[in-house]
Every structure is written in C-alpha cells, then in structure tokens.
C-alpha cells in the first residue's frame, strides 16, 4: 500500500488549500483515514480522520469549524479541506491509513496507523 500526498503550498492566513492523499494497492474497505502534522521542531500531531464505510469523523480542538475531512471511495481518495488558514497551521502534512481500526477514541493516536504518505508541506503567511 503507497499513499500519495498532495495539494500543500503557500497561502496567505484566511485562504484555503485542499490536501489529497492517494491510496494504491489495497482498496479502503473498512480503514480510517487519518492527517497529521508536524511544524518544525515540534512533534508531528493530529488533524482529523474519518473512518470510509460510516463517514465518521474526528478533529482536532485547533481545526475544528475550518479544517473537514473527506474520502471518494471510488478513487480511493482522502482529501482535507483546509478553510481559513492561519499562521500557526503552517507544517508538513501527512496522511496515513489504519487497516483495523480501533474506537473514535483512538483515532488520535499515531501508532494506530499502518501506512504513512510522504507529507506535503503547507504555509500559510500573515
């Protein structure tokens, strides 16, 4: 299974950029689809996921109302809409795959994840 990232760059704070991740190989059936970050020198950390046959979903405290998570299961296809983008959002984004995922309540954590993308940068200026 490969995951392919895509769709980062440089915006201005308040713009929006939508992030695409590509899963080959092995189709979606029941995975969670998971984006993380990681800003320099900081720990990489959770943005949303979303889990492919409910459409269920989960964010993080600091996207919640601007960032949503999507799948076209067709394509096989993540995407993470990114709406009023601010400064601190800035960081490499990386999305992932968990084959046999656990509860909401682990979707969060990284070490759940089987499969990583290659990450995609994002900045955002003021």
């Known amino acids: 299974v490969q995951l392919q990232a895509s769709g980062g760059g440089l915006v201005q704070a308040g713009g929006s950029l939508r992030l695409s991740c590509v899963a080959s190989?092995?189709?979606?059936?029941?995975?969670?689809m998971g984006w993380f970050r990681q800003a320099p020198g900081k720990e990489r950390e959770f943005v949303a996921a979303?889990?492919?046959?409910?459409?269920?979903?989960r964010y993080a405290d600091s996207v919640k109302g601007r960032f949503a998570v999507s799948t076209d299961n067709a394509k096989n296809t993540a995407f993470l809409q990114m709406n009023n983008l601010k400064p601190e959002d800035t960081a490499v984004y990386y999305c992932?795959?968990?084959?046999?995922?656990?509860?909401?309540?682990?979707?969060?954590?990284?070490?759940?994840?089987?499969?990583w993308g290659q990450g995609t940068q994002v900045t955002v200026s003021s």
């Open positions: 190989g092995r189709g979606f059936s029941n995975s969670v």
């Open positions: 979303i889990r492919r046959t409910t459409g269920g979903s």
């Open positions: 992932a795959r968990d084959f046999t995922p656990g509860p909401w309540s682990t979707w969060q954590d990284s070490n759940q994840y089987d499969s």
